[in-house]
């Protein structure tokens, strides 16, 4: 992005005594550019009345995307997102994915109705995590990231991290851990209530890269799905044998405990100087 430093030095010789330095303080990793460029490549992300390309987002430093999207709704236009957010191809991509494979199957399995509404927290914001000065870049600052503080239901119903995590109904808390173990290894990063005192009113999900190949992931807490209780057995109507249509079951099939992280991911202890988490 052409203007990245120029504006970084621009904004932190108007603004030094905010302590803005760490907005240039971080090379910009080329893996970043080269995901945006492979997602868009492959028309992962398209122009929809729901999700609207905008202008590029430049610095200050070297935060900012070269594709943005203005995200309205999820999952064919099905989810909103309140308010919008502006992310990146690769986070807009996971997310619809997780939206429809995870987070809807745990919807309808928990409550008999829809995710019609993501309530947005934050999106891109050129930061450092958890606004600690001095600290490395957010996950944020490159539009890679999103925080949801709940749900909305079709019946009205809002699913809320900070009172659902820990005192909502059983449904309410399993519906959130079980969408929670879904995102672990679709996303890199999966920080909910409990993993340090930053995350206890949202779910932070993107998409940090901690190995090179990007296939490790932090996941807190840990990914623990509910079952659900054992429905009612109910006497046959014939003697005819059953015949099931289910399709064979993925790791994503299914509301109960046999969600997991993503075959193929290892999830990863924090590594040394995570004490705050990402955000």
Known sequence: ??????????????????????????????WRGKVEAACIAAKLVTKTDFTRPIDEIDGPGVCGL?????????????????????????????LNDWVVRSV???????????????RNMASYACRT??????GKLSEHAFGNGLDIGGFV????????????WRNGTPEAQAFLREVTAGAC???????????????ENHLHLDLARHDPAGRRAYCRPKP??????????????????????????????GPTGSIRPRRGVEIMEPPPGWDEGED
Not at 2 to 27: K, N, P, Q, Y
Not at 74 to 90: E, F, H, I, M, N
Not at 129 to 134: D, L, Q, S, T
């Open 1 to 30: 992005m052409r203007t990245w430093r120029r504006l970084g030095l621009a904004f932190c010789a108007v603004a030094a005594v905010s302590g803005c330095g760490f907005f240039d303080g971080e090379e910009r990793e080329p």
């Open 66 to 94: 070269e594709r943005p999207f203005r995200i309205y709704a999820l999952a064919d236009g099905s989810v909103g997102v309140q308010p919008s957010a502006r992310l990146g191809c690769p986070m807009t991509a996971v």
């Open 104 to 118: 809807q199957p745990a919807a309808q399995a928990r409550f008999g109705v829809a995710v019609v509404e993501v």
């Open 129 to 134: 995590r958890n606004n600690k000065r001095g």
């Open 153 to 164: 239901l079709a019946d009205g119903r809002e699913i809320s991290v900070l009172k659902d």
């Open 185 to 199: 290894g679709a996303f890199k990063t999966v920080l909910g209530p409990g993993s340090d005192g930053h995350h």
């Open 224 to 253: 623990v799905v509910p079952d659900l209780p054992p429905e009612p057995e109910i006497a046959p109507l014939s003697e005819e044998p059953a015949i099931s249509y289910a399709p064979e079951a993925t790791p994503f099939d």
